[in-house]
């Protein structure tokens, strides 16, 4: 019995593209990608996997997939997150107008 799922990633920042596949019921995230050839697709255009996904939930490639599945493939980041926040702030200063309770009002309490 075939069961449809969806293969997304994302190539490049803000575009992701979305798959339509049919496998056969019982299969794994490692064999979905090696019957699609997908793993190789991607490696040749310089991207590097760093996990998989099911639905935003993080599975290995053992993982078997269900009917309607979205299967993620989540590509390593580039910058980690708390260096680019910490260049960031180093950037805009600690000057009273930045952050997040910047503007507030007359009388108004610390933090609100």
Do not use: N
Not at 36 to 56: P, R, S
Not at 69 to 87: C, G, Q, S
Not at 98 to 107: N, Q, S, V
């Amino acid at each position: 019995m075939a069961i449809s799922i969806v293969i997304a990633f994302s190539p490049r920042p803000r575009e992701v593209v979305e798959i339509p596949f049919t496998v056969k019921q019982g299969c794994t995230i490692a064999q979905v990608l090696q019957s699609a050839d997908f793993l190789a697709e991607t490696m040749a255009d310089g991207i590097e996997v760093a996990g998989f996904g099911v639905w935003g939930r993080k599975a290995g490639p053992s993982h078997i997939l269900k009917d309607q599945d979205r299967l993620e493939i989540y590509r390593a980041l580039t910058v980690d997150p708390k260096v680019a926040r910490r260049e960031r702030f180093a950037k805009q200063g600690a000057k009273k107008s930045a952050g997040l309770f910047a503007t507030r009002r007359i009388g108004a309490k610390a933090g609100y």
